[in-house]
């Protein structure tokens, strides 16, 4: 059973940093564009970042760049995302996703983690 499970969400004040980690197992991750998702209450799920199966290439949302940082580790099947200066718009759940295309829609990605809240207060 393909599972990715988030953890490290949680109640941050503004200018605050999170961590979130995104554990796979039931597959190797090591093939595949990794992207973080999020959904904030009312709105559509957007993009936040992505990291191709290398590395060595990274895409964010430009609301985030210079705060937030995407990193992964094949050999642990591990996936996370560094959030620094948090605001109180970056409050949403927090999805991990695993797909084949560097991409910055969705659509695009075949597994999906349940969530992880994360709430910045003022």
């Known amino acids: 059973q393909v599972q990715l499970v988030e953890s490290g969400g949680g109640l941050v004040q503004a200018g605050g940093s999170l961590r979130l980690s995104c554990a796979a197992s039931g597959l190797s991750i090591s093939t595949l564009t990794m992207g973080w998702f999020r959904q904030a209450p009312g709105k559509e799920r957007e993009f936040v970042s992505a990291v191709t199966w290398s590395g060595i290439s990274t895409r964010y949302t430009d609301s985030v760049k210079g705060r937030f940082t995407i990193s992964r580790d094949n050999a642990k099947n591990t996936v996370n995302l560094q959030m620094n200066s948090l605001k109180q718009e970056d409050t949403a759940v927090y999805y991990c996703?695993?797909?084949?295309?560097?991409?910055?829609?969705?659509?695009?990605?075949?597994?999906w983690g349940q969530g992880t809240q994360v709430t910045v207060s003022s």
């Open positions: 996703a695993g797909g084949r295309v560097f991409s910055t829609v969705p659509a695009h990605y075949e597994y």
